[in-house]
C-alpha cells in the first residue's frame, strides 16, 4: 500500500472541507470549535506529560478520547443522530470532580494559576476549554448542538481547575491566593 501524502494543497485558498465534503472557510465558527478542541487535546497531552497519579492519567487519555469524538461531531454538519457524548460521560467527569475535591482543602479565597507545571498546564487547559465552549455556542445555522456536548465541555472546564489545584496539593505547593493590586 503506497504511503499517501500529509499535504494537499487543497486548503491552500483559505478554505477546508468539513466531514462530508463542504468546503467552508477557515474561519468558520465550526471550524473554530472542532479546532479550538483539537487544541485542548493537544494541550491535555502537555499534562498528560506532567502528571504521574496512575488514576489521572488515566482520567485524561479517556478525555482525550472523548474529546477526538466530539471534534468529529463538530466537524460533521448536517442532521446528525443524536451527539457523541452520553450523560453517563457527564456523570463519569462530574464524579472524578467530586473525588478530586473530597480530596483537596476547601476553596477560601481566589487562587491563580501557578505553584508547578502541572498545575499551569491544567489551567491552560481549563482556558482553552473555556474558550472551545464558546466557540461552540457561535455555530450558526438551524442545525442545534447536543445539550450533552455542551454540558460535558462546561464541566470539563471544572475538571481542570481542580486538577490545577490538586496538582499543588499533591506536590505540597501553596496556591498562589489573588491579591486584590488597589486597596
Avoid at 485558498?13 to 468539513?18: E, I, P
Avoid at 465534503?21 to 483539537?38: H, L
Avoid at 446528525?80 to 452520553?86: D, L, N, Q, R, Y
Wanted: with cysteine.
Amino acid at each position: 500500500m503506497a504511503k499517501s501524502k500529509i499535504y494537499t494543497g487543497k486548503g491552500d485558498g483559505g478554505y477546508t472541507s468539513l466531514v462530508g465534503g463542504k468546503r467552508v472557510s477557515k474561519t468558520n465558527p465550526r471550524i473554530e470549535a472542532y479546532g479550538t478542541v483539537d487544541e485542548l487535546n493537544a494541550f491535555i497531552a502537555c499534562l498528560l506529560d506532567e502528571v504521574n497519579e496512575r488514576e489521572d492519567r488515566e482520567a485524561l487519555l479517556h478525555i482525550q478520547h472523548t474529546l477526538f469524538t466530539v471534534g468529529g461531531y463538530l466537524a460533521t454538519e448536517g442532521e446528525k443522530k443524536g451527539g457523541p457524548v452520553f450523560q453517563e460521560e457527564v456523570d463519569w467527569l462530574e464524579q472524578e470532580i467530586d473525588k478530586i475535591d473530597a480530596l483537596i482543602p476547601p476553596l477560601k479565597a481566589f487562587v491563580l494559576p501557578g505553584g508547578c507545571r502541572s498545575n499551569s498546564i491544567s489551567h491552560v487547559c481549563r482556558t482553552v476549554c473555556r474558550r472551545a465552549e464558546r466557540n461552540i455556542y457561535k455555530i450558526p445555522g438551524e442545525e442545534e448542538i447536543d445539550s450533552i456536548v455542551l454540558k460535558y465541555i462546561n464541566r470539563l472546564s471544572d475538571y481542570f481547575f481542580l486538577l490545577g489545584r490538586k496538582q499543588n496539593f499533591i506536590n505540597n505547593i501553596d496556591e498562589i491566593i489573588w491579591e486584590k493590586p488597589c486597596k
